[in-house]
């Protein structure tokens, strides 16, 4: 099935134009201003953002989310790890809808009113409408991530939020532009701290079963007050509380789930849990799960195809650093970064610690080449959590998105306006040279706001084929960067569909060949830090108007090859079930 595309959208300058004209001017000092001055200023701010390949068009958009970590004055932990969000599409009407995680509840006082997590509807043209009261998507938890999947196989994607402290809400989708909370019902509650949840089908019997990464045992009588490198008062790490076992429903196929934590193995070995990403690691045909740890080691749960898991990171090479210690891991996720068919793994982390690529080589063994690849150097200064491949260019190319945001005050900070404030960066990879480059001041004034981000999504929102980025930020402003780095370049977008013909198959490899050039991308949806991205997947194909070959295979052992599939479309990739 061919889906057309739409032409790009106009974009007004943001206000944050004539900000920027007027503080130029007044950095200029107090002589005479010359009308020629403020000519060629406001010239040069005009086609600096012409020239941007991202823009910021929140306020254009109709994104008016502001992150409340509620804080107190009491350093609660929570307050600072901040949110996720997501892209999904949950009327299907094939535009990419917005859904923000909002933590707006007093943790000192669990029964007061807070705010709400917001979902907002793409109108398709560029602007968002709140639809959040009469949907009923607003769950009021301390929120921390969420999962998008289509657990009832419907053909509607329902919500999963993580919470503090619980309970953790499944919002069921009714087809109708409303949803209702089945989180009792469905046995998925959690009473525990969790950050990040995934939707994956571990056993392969179409159904989503559901992960979930339960951070720390803390509560506001256990919560430890911290301090900073002044000395002053400040919010403490997790090594400050007990790590607690990640856990594993399984779906029952009528609606519920069954806590499978100690059959499957899951709880043989944790840390604090922060990011996940599942995918076919070892190309069984079987999902497994890496777990990103803050402050302890990683685990690669390899899945074993009787329903259980074994850890294997520590001998694969993933549970630590090139060190040998572990690392204070925050988001993650997984791509073939150097094309050669198997996935590799991607890590944030604190400060000083630097970003993380793990390459995976022969016989299913990882290596941290981060310093020998350029990665440590331009991420040590910040410290990262939200990351996201994509392709900026629509060239083939990859770039990754990392969201940065200090946890502790007195890091390398680019603000004076926020103790935690930091800028994000964008990381360019060259295949030839097997290096990051960064290619952060090339993008435009989207990158100069330094702020606290958390959560980061990857979508295309307004269907031009190029991948945008959506950012929630803690205790802040929510963002969207719209994709203008793509221009005049052909791709496509693949959307693999389940046995049953309604719901995305989770889980499934795709290789798109173009131009002698094979690409491997596997449909994951739920990682980076807490966020949810575009089920749709993306390849920039550069000046190909055909991809020679697209080849998938589903978690069932299916496989579908099609050639000479025209570019620029969202092509649908039906299972051979439904022939």
């Not at 998507?137 to 619980?166: F, S």
């Not at 190319?397 to 960066?425: P, R, W």
């Not at 949810?532 to 993306?538: A, L, T």
Request: glycine share 12%; net charge negative.
């Amino acid at each position: 099935m061919l889906l057309p595309s739409r032409p790009r959208l106009l974009l007004l300058i943001k206000p944050l134009t004539f900000l920027v004209v007027v503080a130029t001017l007044v950095l200029q000092g107090c002589r005479e201003p010359r009308v020629e001055d403020s000519v060629s200023t406001a010239d040069a701010v005009q086609k600096e953002i012409a020239n941007s390949l991202l823009i910021d068009v929140t306020q254009e958009a109709g994104i008016d989310f502001v992150h409340d970590a509620v804080r107190n004055g009491d350093f609660l932990f929570p307050e600072i790890n901040g949110a996720g969000c997501g892209f999904l599409d949950y009327d299907n009407d094939g535009n990419l809808d917005i859904y923000l995680v909002q933590s707006g509840r007093d943790l000192s006082s669990p029964n007061a009113a807070g705010k709400t997590n917001r979902l907002y509807r793409n109108r398709g043209d560029g602007t968002f409408e709140d639809v959040t009261d009469r949907s009923g998507a607003g769950d009021a938890g301390y929120g921390q991530g969420l999962a998008c999947g289509d657990y009832n196989n419907d053909g509607y994607v329902d919500i999963y939020v993580a919470n503090v402290g619980g309970p953790s809400t499944l919002l069921h989708n009714n087809g109708d532009g409303t949803f209702t909370d089945v989180t009792e019902t469905a046995g998925v509650a959690n009473g525990n701290w969790v950050i990040t949840p995934s939707f994956l089908d571990y056993d392969n019997d179409g159904l989503l079963d559901l992960f979930a990464t339960n951070y720390v045992d803390w509560s506001v009588e256990k919560n430890v007050v911290g301090s900073a490198s002044n000395g002053r008062p400040d919010y403490t790490g997790p090594r400050s509380f007990s790590a607690m076992p990640a856990i594993l429903y399984r779906n029952n196929g009528d609606g519920t789930f069954r806590d499978v934590t100690k059959e499957a193995g899951i709880d043989a070995a944790f840390g604090a849990g922060m990011g996940i990403v599942c995918a076919d690691f070892n190309d069984d045909h079987l999902v497994d799960i890496f777990v990103a740890n803050d402050s302890w080691a990683n685990q690669l749960w390899i899945n074993q195809g009787d329903a259980t898991f074994q850890d294997v990171a520590l001998e694969s090479g993933c549970a630590l650093s090139a060190t040998g210690l572990g690392q204070a891991n925050m988001g993650t996720n997984a791509e073939d970064l150097d094309g050669d068919g198997k996935l590799d793994l991607f890590t944030t982390n604190y400060h000083a610690q630097g970003s993380i690529l793990y390459l995976q080589g022969s016989q299913g063994i990882f290596m941290d080449v981060s310093k020998r690849v350029g990665l440590f150097g331009p991420t040590a200064a910040r410290t990262g959590f939200g990351a996201c491949f994509f392709d900026l260019f629509n060239d083939g190319s990859t770039c990754v998105y990392i969201g940065n945001g200090a946890a502790v005050a007195g890091g390398e900070l680019d603000s004076e306006d926020s103790t935690y404030a930091q800028k994000d960066m964008v990381l360019h990879w060259l295949p030839r040279e097997k290096k990051f480059e960064d290619i952060t001041g090339r993008i435009g004034p989207a990158m100069n706001v330094a702020l606290t981000t958390r959560g980061v999504a990857v979508g295309d929102y307004d269907n031009d084929g190029a991948v945008d980025l959506l950012i929630n930020n803690n205790h802040g402003p929510a963002r969207l960067l719209r994709n203008r780095g793509a221009d005049g370049q052909h791709w496509l977008m693949i959307r693999c569909l389940g046995s049953n013909g309604l719901s995305d198959a989770v889980g499934a490899k795709i290789f798109v060949t173009a131009g002698g050039k094979t690409r491997r991308r596997d449909v994951v949806v739920n990682y980076s830090y807490a966020s949810s991205c575009d089920p749709r997947i993306h390849f920039g194909l550069g000046n190909h108007e055909v991809a020679d070959r697209v080849v998938v295979y589903w978690p069932d052992g299916a496989k579908r090859t099609w050639e000479s599939v025209k570019a620029d479309q969202v092509f649908i990739a039906n299972h051979p079930a439904q022939d």
